[in-house]
């Protein structure tokens, strides 16, 4: 199992720049493939970002493609978001989420969610 707990959110501009960081328990992590997720007042849920177990591999939405990157380092347990460029549009609750079997884009393909951390960006 593993628990999930995100930090970095926070208000910017539009322009600037944030890294997020999902922080995970457990001595397993290094076995779970890891996504970010956003969903924005009165949206759905949408996928942002995944890197595999291994960290070698790694999927972005064509919205943020060229603009956010996604990174682990399994010896720390965390998986990091860097966001550059942010837009207006990227304003969202971000989630970090974990799947031990699946990589890719679909939110019930992961079985472990954090809380979420609030990004707002202002124009």
């Known amino acids: 199992q593993v628990q999930l707990v995100e930090s970095g959110g926070g208000l910017v501009q539009a322009g600037d720049s944030l890294r997020l960081s999902c922080a995970a328990s457990?001595?397993?992590?290094?076995?779970?493939?890891m996504a970010w997720f956003r969903q924005a007042p009165g949206k759905e849920r949408d996928f942002v970002a995944a890197?595999?177990?291994?960290?070698?591999?790694?999927y972005y939405a064509d919205s943020v493609k060229g603009r956010f990157t996604v990174s682990r380092d399994n010896a720390k347990n965390t998986v990091w978001l860097q966001m550059n460029s942010l837009k207006p549009e990227d304003t969202a609750v971000y989630y970090c989420a974990a799947s031990r079997w699946f990589y890719g884009p679909e939110s019930h393909d992961y079985n472990y969610w954090g809380q979420g951390t609030q990004v707002t960006v202002s124009s």
């Open positions: 457990g001595r397993t992590f290094s076995t779970y493939n």
């Open positions: 890197i595999r177990w291994s960290g070698g591999t790694t």
